[in-house]
C-alpha cells in the first residue's frame, strides 16, 4: 500500500523536541533556548504528546523541574535518552508517511549537517533509527540528502522545494531535478515539485524553504515576502512570490499565495558562522501547525503582530502562540527548524 507524507495540519499524535545545550548553536544564549523550549511545551502539550529527547538523567531532571515550574503536566511529556548535539529535529529527525490504513513509516534520508558544515553534528543523524527502534516502525533509508525544512507538502501531493539547497553539490551532487523528484515520488508520495530558485541570505541551510513559503491549506501558500527594495532579501523573495503566483496545482489551477512580511533581524554579537551585525536569517514562515496550537516565531520586530495575525486568519480553529526566537535564531532556525510532528495513526 502506497505511503504518502500527510499535511502539518493533519491530526498529530505527537511533537518530536531536543532539549537544547549547544553552547556553539546559541552562545551565552542557552538559558533563552530554555525558555523559549518550555514556552513552546507549556502552550503545545495540551493538545499533543510532546517527544522530548535529554542526553542524561541529569538533563531530564533539570528540564522536569523547569517545566513543572511553568505548569506543564509531565505525563503528557515523553523524555528518550538519546546522544545528540543539536537536536533540529526537522532536519535531523526523520520524516514520518502514512498508508491508507494509517500504519506509519519513517524515511530517513541522509543529512551531512548542511553541507558538511559542522562535523560535529554528523551524530544526529542517528536519530531516526532510535526514534524507529523506540516506537519499533519501519524505517526507508533512501540515498540521498533531503532535510525536512528543504521541502514544504500539502499532503495531496505538491511540494515546495528551492534548487539553491536540493541541487547543490554539497548535498546531490550529480543529482537533477528529475532524480530528486523520483525520490520524493517513491518515498513521500509527492507527484509534482514547484522549484524555488535560492533562500534567505546567511542561511547556514542553502535555502530551505521553511523560511520561505508555506502550505497553509491544499490550495493556499503563505509567501515570505518584502517591501523595502534595498533589502538584501527583496529580490529573492519577490522572485519567489513571481514563481508561486505563476505555478498551478495538480488540476492546473493557480494558487491562492498571500505575502507574510518579514521580520528584520541582525546578530548583536557572532553566531553560528556569521560575524557581529551580520543579518539574520529570519522569517516568520518558520511556524509549526499542532492540532489546536499555532506556534509562530516572534523577533521583538514591528512586523510582528502583523505577521501572527495574517498566520491566525488562516487557522480560525487554532490558537496562535507567539514564541520569542531573537536567541533561537542564533542557531540558525526557529520553531519549525526545532520540532517534527508525529502524524497520528
Known sequence: MNYRMPAEWE????????????????????????????????????????????????????????LTASLVDLKKISFRTADYLGGWMRDSGGLWVKNGRGDLKLVDFSFNAWGNKFPDL???????TKISSWLNLPIDNPEIIIEGGSIEINGQGMCLATEQC????????????????????????????IWLYRGLVNDHT??????????????????????????????????????????????????EVVKLPMPHVYFKDAAVGLKEDAKAPASYIN???????????VYNDQNDAKALKIIQSCFPERKVVGIDCSDIIYGGGAIHCMTQQQPAS
Open 11 to 66: 491530526p498529530h499524535s505527537a511533537i518530536w523536541l531536543a532539549w537544547p545545550y549547544d553552547e556553539i548553536a546559541f552562545p551565552k544564549r542557552v538559558k533563552k533556548a530554555e525558555e523559549a523550549v518550555i514556552k513552546m511545551i507549556a502552550a503545545i502539550h495540551t493538545s499533543e504528546l510532546v517527544e522530548l529527547l535529554v542526553l542524561d538523567e541529569a538533563m531530564k531532571a533539570k528540564a522536569e523541574k523547569l
Open 287 to 297: 511556524f509549526y501547525i499542532g492540532n489546536s496550537v499555532i506556534l509562530a516565531p
Open 166 to 193: 536540493l541541487l547543490n553539490e554539497n548535498r546531490n551532487l550529480g543529482k537533477t531535478k528529475k532524480d530528486i523528484e523520483k525520490y520524493l515520488a517513491d518515498y513521500l508520495g509527492i507527484k509534482k515539485t
Open 122 to 128: 554528523q551524530k544526529d543523524a542517528l536519530l531516526p
Open 206 to 255: 542553502d535555502g530551505h524553504v521553511d523560511e520561505l513559503a508555506k502550505f497553509v491549506g491544499t490550495n493556499k501558500i503563505l509567501c515570505a515576502y518584502e517591501d523595502d527594495p534595498k533589502d538584501a532579501n527583496y529580490a529573492i523573495l519577490k522572485n519567489n512570490y513571481e514563481t508561486l503566483q505563476a505555478s498551478v496545482n495538480l488540476e492546473g489551477q493557480p494558487f
